[in-house]
């Protein structure tokens, strides 16, 4: 569920007309509730309830600074995988024993920034990050809680580009090596084992593979245990999935998804942290755009739009759907009409969607992109020098610009000319 519905004819985000938005900001642009964040984190942190648990945000989905504030003051943690999202949860008030460290080349810069900060625990993902986290922080007279992220070879049956659970991925150490690998991490002087880690994919739709996995935990932990390792706490990743496409799939609930951790890993004891990013802000964003023209083509109609690849790449990158709503609800029994929708950078793979039939829009009307929260604003880059687009967050009734668009002249101003070309 989410907070973008029609109201009197004109699409709402909470309170506020998105026309309002457009006529004030300009297309195209990211919209954020406050309410949808919010209600999605409490509904995973209810869903844990009667475990020890933290629900940490991957911040990777959407780290816009008001963003993580607002999830921060409900409680979140967060999971960040590069010293910029370390930096950002540091300022947007999430204290270091909320953060965990996710990520498979993290340096030493990285480590040291976390290790003087403070961290709640690295997943390490490797023997030889193991070693240099060792030495680092030795050198800064700490000792750093760690978890290794397992690979688990299971099959998360998603797309290929975003599954990171099987043993051909780049991602944690064979489980079956485990044992041997903690060993090694209980001999470093830096370090101190406090959990194992496991993530196994992106838009999971199912909970069987997350089952799966969790069943390998579940009896790593029992192994791990008895070889004299303090295993305290899980880190179980993100994955869980948003349904995408409205009239298609429905993906579990976060509550089936806790009652499902409760039966494969309750018993454990453990503290049980999460790393939920798409299910929390996916469907809380949308991406508004303007209608530029509408092109007859040789056996098609073209929707070319204001915004384009760079500002939502996941069409682009993963074959992703993207409802493509108008902003103004069309006239009950009105026609729908069938577009390739397109934007304007000079690339054939700027299509947001093809033979799409949708709401008859035409030259100048608005049309909204749900679930465009997750993996959409943070994506995005400055290709063709179209700068990039802002970000806002309602609140109620109330919205404020988080992000600005750059003028062509502050876009221009970042980039530096050497003496010899003066
Ligand atoms: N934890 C780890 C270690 C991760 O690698 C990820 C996502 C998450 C948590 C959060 O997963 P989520 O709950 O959001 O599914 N750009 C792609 C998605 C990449 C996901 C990368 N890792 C997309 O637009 O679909």
């Known amino acids: 569920m989410d907070h973008f519905l029609y109201r009197d004819g004109m699409l709402h985000a909470e309170d506020v007309p998105i026309s309002e938005i457009a006529a004030q900001v300009g297309t ?7 309410a949808t964040l919010t209600r999605h984190f409490h509904l995973f942190d209810e869903a844990l309830a009667g475990l020890p648990h933290l629900v940490c945000f991957a911040m990777k989905s959407l780290s816009n600074q008001a963003v993580l504030k607002t999830l921060a003051q409900a409680g979140a ?28 080349g993290k340096t030493e810069p990285e480590m040291e920034q976390a290790l003087t900060g403070g961290i709640r625990q690295f997943n390490v993902e490797s023997e030889a990050e193991m070693a240099l986290l ?11 809680p760690i978890t290794v992220r ?12 975003i599954a990171t659970g099987k043993s051909e991925n ?13 060993a090694h991490a209980a001999a470093l002087p830096g370090i101190k084992v406090v959990g194992i880690d496991v993530h196994i994919g992106s838009q999971l739709t199912e909970l069987a593979p997350f089952a799966a996995a969790y069943e390998k935990v579940a009896a790593l932990t029992e192994a791990l245990r008895a070889d004299g ?21 429905a993906p579990p609930l976060p509550t089936e998804y806790g009652a499902m951790i409760k039966e494969t890993l309750g018993h454990l004891g453990c503290e049980i942290e999460i790393e939920p990013g798409r299910l929390i802000s996916g469907n809380a964003g949308l991406m508004v755009a303007s209608v530029v023209y509408v092109k007859d083509g040789a056996d098609r109609q073209f929707l070319i739009l204001d915004a384009a690849m760079n500002d939502l790449i996941r069409p682009a990158m993963y074959d992703a759907w993207h409802d493509i709503v108008p902003v103004v609800e069309p006239a009950p029994g009105s026609e729908p009409a069938t577009f390739d929708v397109v934007g304007p950078v000079c690339e054939s793979g700027d299509t947001f969607a093809k033979g799409r039939t949708m709401a008859a829009v035409a030259r100048g009307d608005l049309v909204a992109f749900r679930s465009a929260g997750a993996y959409g604003a943070v994506m995005s880059s400055e290709y063709n020098s179209r700068p990039l687009i802002p970000e806002v967050l309602v609140n109620g009734d109330q919205f404020a610009v988080i992000r600005p668009r750059p003028t062509f002249d502050e876009m221009i101003a970042r980039d530096t000319i050497p003496s010899w070309l003066d």
């Open 28 to 34: 195209p642009f990211y919209v954020y509730s406050t």
């Open 77 to 104: 943690g967060m999971d960040v995988v590069s010293g910029g999202e370390y930096a950002r949860a540091k300022a947007a008030g999430v204290p270091g024993d909320r953060i965990v460290f996710s990520g498979v």
């Open 134 to 144: 060792s030495q680092v922080a030795m050198r800064l007279g700490k000792t750093a």
């Open 150 to 161: 397992v690979n688990p070879d299971v099959d998360a049956k998603t797309h290929a580009k």
């Open 170 to 182: 780049k991602f944690g150490i064979p489980i079956d090596r485990a044992r041997d690998v903690y």
């Open 229 to 249: 390792h303090t295993i305290d706490r899980l880190d179980l990743g993100g994955g869980l999935g948003i349904p995408y496409e409205r009239s298609n799939i």
